[in-house]
């Protein structure tokens, strides 16, 4: 294999073994889609992660002299879960506040295949599921609100030209208010976010449209230069 050929991995995420929270940098075990071998590492940036998240790696495979083969990945996205089984471990897993392995066998089991879609988009359809009252559905709401808004930052961050590990640097800093802040202001990025300089900060603001001769550009186009 070519060491820097781009491959892609799908996967379902076994479990943690290191995460460093202020970069996002972790080290996971992950169950490769269609393998009944052992799992895989895995080694990259990414916004807060869980066992059960099913995953599309953008990478390369290396081999460490002490830990063996390893995929270390530059890019990623969230998908659901294709299969019953794998959307009850998905939402048992504890990933949303309000669903715990019993209460996802019971929504897995009402409504099947069209789970996420029902939690997406018509989330007060749980209250047809047995021992899921009003009270359980808000707190599930707002638990997937949270995974929705670190799902909504990355990609809008990504498709700007920011890389992974800045993107999680990023949502760490500024959280949900991340791409409200960034669209008014993409220069503030080199203030608050270390590693980011003048030039990335300007090619961000250029993919979204700030003119050559706004005030903010020339303000941080002069700090640049005097620093």
Known sequence: ????????????????????????????????????????????????????????????????????????????ALLHPATVEGLRNYLGSGLIKGIGPVTAARIVAHFGLDTMAVIEDQPDRLREVPGTGPKRVEIIKKGWEERKQIKDVMIFLQSHGVSTAYAVRIFKHYGAAAIRLVQANPYRLERDIWGVGFLTADRIAQRLGVLADAPERIRAGLRYALN
């Open 1 to 76: 294999m070519i060491a820097d050929q781009i491959q892609h991995l799908e996967g379902t995420i076994e479990r943690i073994t290191f995460r460093a929270e202020d970069t996002g940098y972790t080290i996971a075990r992950m169950q490769a889609a269609g393998e009944h071998g052992p799992p895989v590492t895995i080694i990259g940036a990414m916004a807060s992660i869980q066992p059960g998240e099913r995953l599309r790696l953008d990478g390369v495979w290396a081999t460490h002299p002490q830990y063996g083969r390893q995929f270390r990945f530059s890019g990623y």
